[in-house]
């Protein structure tokens, strides 16, 4: 049995507390959590005010606390946490997935310089242990994609919009539930799930991407004629992070895509995360489990305690190389109701084009940096989903059935 650790925490929002019920419930009798920092002085708690302290260095001057939980949803805040308890000799969790992918280089920089242990598994499709499957059980094995329903929010939308339910209404539950985060366009712009894409692109693949370089779209414009048109064609619209090694190099996206029944993702609902790891020795991997939530995702941040007992860091096995992604070329359905945006990309084939209720609709192949030049803001007027490399073959194989298409008829 590893020794009693004494543990600080910075954050008592979901996941810190989530975190904070399982130590006290499961009686996790490795961690003892000795001072809890919040920032807001008067908001209701779980626990009694004096629980709390206000000042971080209550944490990282305490030379007696050798583990600190940082939980705080802010990211450049937590990273100065993050770097302060490192340069101060302390091991880290966190749960902070932008921190992490916005900062991984100098993370991993400061874990070489300090030799602490800085652990994140609950930053990436919460309770599924991925990143350790990755870094670890993965580090002698060619991994050749990673491709997965990343952000729990996003996926409890889409089910619920398949099963014929309300955006704005399941966007709800969703937050009430503890699912998504302060700001929700993270969730349903493709964000959330880009920053865990990034770091599963470092311990998959040795790659090391800027967020602004990886192209990501999200499923604010999604309404009933897509999941129509997806339902005609046995489709299931998922929001999917991507990333694959091509001979060019490696490709790496966020966005909506038509799955097909046979993928295992098209299975995965509600709240759910789940993520296909495919290697050239063994096959692929499928792994599910709950993606969000105070329970599951303060279950991740206590599964690092083990590893951290033990001196466990993440062996970066891959490397850590600075890239940018390749230019995939895609099959797209892309609806607007902007038409002016259409001038601004060409397409390099178009399979079928149609107007219906002030929405112009193209299905086509088009290259990635065409779509990049759409601006982000732009890209909020603009549904973009990915149907599979063997559309042409299939929806052959739609039409000779005679069925019309579900929006037009
Ligand atoms: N907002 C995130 C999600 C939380 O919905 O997946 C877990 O990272």
Redesign the pocket.
């Known amino acids: 049995m590893a020794q009693k650790i004494v543990a600080g925490l910075f954050g008592f929002g979901v996941v810190g507390e989530g975190l904070y019920k399982l130590i006290r419930q499961s009686g996790y009798p490795n961690v003892e959590l000795k001072t809890i920092v919040v920032q807001d002085k008067e908001k209701k708690r779980l626990l009694p005010p004096e629980r709390f302290n206000y000042n971080k260095d209550e944490i990282l001057n305490d030379s007696e606390i050798e583990l600190v939980f940082e939980l705080i949803s802010d990211a450049e805040e937590a990273f100065m946490i993050v770097k302060a308890a490192l340069l101060s000799g302390k091991n880290v969790v966190t ?1 902070n ?1 932008k921190m992490v992918a916005t900062h991984l280089a100098e993370l991993i920089e400061l874990q070489q310089k300090t030799g602490k242990v800085l652990l994140y598994e ?5 309770a599924i242990p991925v990143v350790q499957t990755v870094d670890r059980y993965l580090a002698w094995q060619n991994v050749k994609s990673i491709r997965g329903i ?7 939308i889409l089910t619920a919009l398949h099963n014929g339910l309300n955006y704005q209404e399941a966007l709800r539950e ?1 937050q009430l539930k503890g ?3 302060a700001d ?1 366009t ?2 349903v712009g493709g964000y ?2 880009k920053f ?1 894409s990034i770091i599963l692109a470092l311990h998959g693949f040795g790659k090391l991407y800027k967020p602004e370089e990886v192209f990501h779209a999200g499923i604010q414009c999604i309404d009933s004629h897509e999941i129509v048109w997806a339902e005609s064609h046995n489709y299931t619209l998922k929001l999917v992070g991507n990333i694959y090694s091509t001979d060019n190099g490696v490709s790496i996206s966020v966005l909506p895509e038509f799955v097909t029944t046979e993928d295992k993702l098209s299975k995965v609902n509600g ?1 759910l ?1 789940g993520v296909t790891v495919e290697t050239s020795n063994s096959g692929s991997y499928f792994l599910e489990g709950e ?3 105070s329970g599951p ?1 303060g279950q991740a941040v206590l599964g690092d305690v083990a590893p951290v007992q033990t001196n466990s860091s993440y062996l970066y096995n891959k490397g850590v190389e600075e890239s940018k992604p390749v230019n995939a070329v895609w099959n797209i359905y892309l609806k607007t109701d902007v038409e002016a945006l259409l001038e601004q990309i060409t397409f390099d084939q178009i399979f079928e084009e149609s107007k219906y209720e002030g929405q112009h609709r193209i299905i086509g192949r088009i290259s990635v940096s065409e779509l990049e030049k759409l601006s982000e803001s732009e890209r909020k007027h603009v549904f973009i989903g990915k149907l599979p490399d063997n559309f042409l073959q299939s929806n052959k194989e739609y039409q000779a059935n005679a069925k019309k298409d579900p929006i037009l008829t």
């Open positions: 749960a997935k609950a930053a990436v499709a919460g990343f952000n729990g929010t996003s996926n409890y969703a699912y998504a985060e929700p993270l969730d959330d799930a865990k709240v995360n993606g969000a939530g995702t």
